[in-house]
T-cell receptor, first 112, second 117 residues
Framework: DGGITQSPKYLFRKEGQNVTLSCEQN?????MYWYRQDPGQGLRLIYY???????QKGDIAEGYSVSREKKESFPLTVTSAQKNPTAFYLC???????????FGEGSRLTVL | AQKVTQAQTEISVVEKEDVTLDCVYE???????LFWYKQPPSGELVFLIR??????QNEISGRYSWNFQKSTSSFNFTITASQVVDSAVYFC??????????????FGPGTSLSVIP
């Protein structure tokens, strides 16, 4: 079945460590996105990519980095510079720039 | 600036009751899209509907219906005869037709709906 796969589902890290969240899609979508979800705040855009080897900062990019070396993959690195990294992270892709987003099941990151 | 407001943080209803989730948006563009997404406990958001700013017709899909009123900048979502499986967080979202080919989707804070058996 086509879809978006995020891993790991749960992740714990110590302060000062970088961590990379995986996002893979087999929907053949060009555009991919990373959102952060905090209670009561909805989803906030971290980074997005419209095409391979290109990506743009979203509203809260500080402390995060991404790469887009393949169409299918859009990994997110949460760096030690991110002040409050504990959150639920959602990856999505867009079918034909319609705004209709397809989401993965998310990765919950907890910093100890 | 664009903004989506969902004033209802949490709603609880008894099964079979009707429930309306409110959504108010702000945008300066004349061309835009509105969306509703459902987030069940599994965490994955599921697309429910997309409307463009030129189509104010209300839409019905089974027990779901949407009321789009440009005059009040609202895009409300009604579930008729609610069921326990409707329990989820519902997000209203807005996308403006930007100057690039990419349309960012701005999400509201969400409304958590609990349907009690």
């Amino acid at each position: 079945d086509g879809g978006i796969t995020q891993s790991p589902k749960y992740l714990f890290r110590k302060e000062g460590q970088n961590v990379t969240l995986s996002c893979e899609q087999n929907l053949n979508h060009d555009a991919m996105y990373w959102y952060r979800q905090d209670p009561g705040q909805g989803l906030r855009l971290i980074y997005y990519s419209q095409i391979v080897n290109d990506f743009q900062k979203g509203d809260i990019a500080e402390g995060y980095s991404v790469s887009r070396e393949k169409k299918e993959s859009f990994p997110l690195t949460v760096t030690s510079a991110q002040k409050n990294p504990t959150a639920f992270y959602l990856c999505a892709s867009d079918r034909g720039n319609t705004g209709e987003l397809f989401f993965g099941e998310g990765s919950r990151l907890t910093v100890l | 600036a664009q903004k989506v407001t969902q004033a209802q943080t949490e709603i609880s209803v008894v099964e079979k009751e009707d429930v309306t989730l409110d959504c108010v948006y702000e945008t300066r563009d004349t061309t835009y899209y509105l969306f509703w997404y459902k987030q069940p406990p599994s965490g994955e958001l599921v697309f429910l509907i997309r409307r463009n700013s030129f189509d104010e017709q209300n839409e019905i899909s089974g027990r779901y219906s949407w009321n789009f009123q440009k005059s009040t900048s609202s895009f409300n979502f009604t579930i008729t005869a609610s069921q326990v499986v409707d329990s989820a967080v519902y997000f209203c979202a807005l996308s403006e037709a930007g100057k690039t080919s990419y349309d960012k989707v701005i999400f509201g804070p969400g409304t958590s709906l609990s349907v009690i058996p």
